[in-house]
């Protein structure tokens, strides 16, 4: 029976820089199997992120910008800052990261391998497949949790990033290719109507906070995304016609849909459902990585990934790295507190951050790498007696149900 060092389950953004990583480091001391359900890998979603370090795929990303905005009430904040805003496109990922696996003899790759069970033994971990039983002295996890189906007692906030992405090709130009449109509340506005409109939904309160993204690759090319943070996902003809209004309203005339995604991503205080063991952990977002206060996570699991593959190399199993600092964790925790508290000022806090804060300053504190002075700066944007209330009296007014929202 052939026993492997480590078994990672699920080969996408996690499973396959972890691996990247280890190859990188010379990969001659562990034996590492990849058991992934897909057959063949697609252009599933795309990543953006600021690059406030380096990471292994520069060169698979298309575009950068160094230019974002927000908008509030009819006004635009705009930001020009010292890191890029990147957008690297999954296939070109999966490309780069899957070449020196495939050239690898210790780095095993299986397709189509479904994992139904894991059995974890005294000195083992047992893995069954479809295709058959594979086992290993270690195991990291990195399948996919519910975020949907989360238990959550107050103190902690459980909401989610759900979006709809629409890749549009327009006959006019209507974008502003050099300038990432970050949030655009206004375009939340038609959110509001179109979820009151919705018969399931009439007299409901709004649930969370919408915005439209806009990723512009030309003046006639764009990824145009409906946002909403809030504690649950919506049917997905509201996010169809918040982008058709979207469009609509930036007058793009006759358009062409050249590529879909749709994503639902945890913002939250509990960060794992899934406890380790002696012999499993968990990695990628099911590990905790997207950034609760944004639900941001190729960065962290780029980071991660790197400490990862030093701490195996060096046999230190024990020593899972955290994802995010526990001062990170904190602000977050707060952050998301005050969102669900008062979602109706959400639009005007975000604006706050991005039209007071010297960019460089927000991007390193939402990448978890801000100074102390850089801290001071962002956190001296916000509304203090907001945050001091719900940082020193994480219980006081937990309600029940989320506010509605008037936008
Ligand atoms: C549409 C979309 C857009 C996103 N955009 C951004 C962004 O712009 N910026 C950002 O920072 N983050 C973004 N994210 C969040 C995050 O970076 C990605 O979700 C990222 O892919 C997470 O990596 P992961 O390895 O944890 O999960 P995945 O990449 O989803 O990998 C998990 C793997 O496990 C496999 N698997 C599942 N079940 C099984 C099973 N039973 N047996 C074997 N294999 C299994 C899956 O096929 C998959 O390949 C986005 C997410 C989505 C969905």
Redesign the pocket.
């Known amino acids: 029976m052939q026993v492997w060092d480590v078994i990672v389950?699920?080969?996408?953004?996690?499973?396959l820089t972890l691996v990247n990583e280890m190859i990188a480091r010379g990969e001659a001391q562990l034996k590492i199997l990849l058991?992934?359900?897909?057959s063949e890998y697609t252009n599933?979603?795309?990543?953006?992120?600021w690059n406030t370090f380096n990471h292994r795929f520069e060169n698979a990303v298309s575009y950068r910008w160094s230019r974002w905005s927000v908008h509030y009430a009819g006004e635009v904040a705009h930001c020009r800052g010292t890191y890029q805003y990147q957008y690297l496109r999954a296939e070109h990922f999966y490309r780069l990261a899957l070449a020196p696996i495939y050239c690898s003899s210790k780095m095993i790759l299986r397709l189509g391998?479904?994992?139904?069970t894991v059995q974890e033994g005294e000195d083992h971990v047992r893995i069954h497949?479809h295709q058959g039983t594979y086992t290993s002295r270690y195991v990291i996890d990195?399948?996919?949790t519910d975020h949907q189906r989360r238990k959550v007692v107050p103190p902690n906030v459980h909401w989610l990033q759900h979006?709809m992405?629409w890749k549009v090709k327009t006959k006019q130009a209507c974008f502003q290719s050099n300038e990432v449109t970050l949030m655009d509340f206004d375009g939340g506005r038609e959110a509001a109507e179109i979820h009151r409109a919705s018969s399931k939904y009439i007299d409901g309160p709004l649930p969370g906070i919408p915005f439209i993204y806009v990723l512009p690759f030309s003046s006639t090319e764009a990824l145009v995304e409906s946002t909403w943070f809030g504690p649950k996902t919506l049917e997905k003809s509201i996010y169809q016609e918040h982008l058709q209004k979207y469009l609509q309203k930036i007058e793009t005339g006759t358009y062409d849909i050249t590529e879909q995604?749709?994503?639902?991503?945890p913002m939250s205080t509990l960060s794992t459902n899934m406890q380790p063991t002696r012999r499993i952990r968990h990695?990628?977002?099911?590990?905790g990585?997207?950034r609760p206060s944004t639900?941001?996570?190729?960065?962290?699991?780029q980071r991660q990934a790197q400490k990862l593959a030093d701490q195996l190399l060096r046999g230190e199993w024990d020593r899972f790295p955290n994802y995010y600092s526990a001062r990170s964790q904190l602000l977050d925790a707060t952050f998301l507190r005050v969102l669900q508290e008062n979602p109706r000022r959400g639009p005007e806090l975000f604006w706050r951050l991005f039209r007071c804060a010297k960019p460089d300053a927000l991007v390193r504190f939402l990448a978890d790498t801000a100074s102390l002075k850089d801290l001071w700066e962002v956190t001296t944007c916000l509304p203090p007696g907001l945050f001091l209330k719900q940082s020193l009296f994480p219980n006081f007014s937990q309600k029940k149900e989320i506010e509605t929202i008037q936008i």
């Open positions: 389950l699920g080969a996408g953004c996690a499973g058991l992934e359900e897909r599933d979603r795309t990543w953006c992120f391998e479904q994992v139904q497949t990195t399948r996919p979006f992405g995604e749709y994503g639902v991503l990695l990628g977002l099911a590990g990585a997207a639900g941001y996570a190729f960065l962290a699991i």
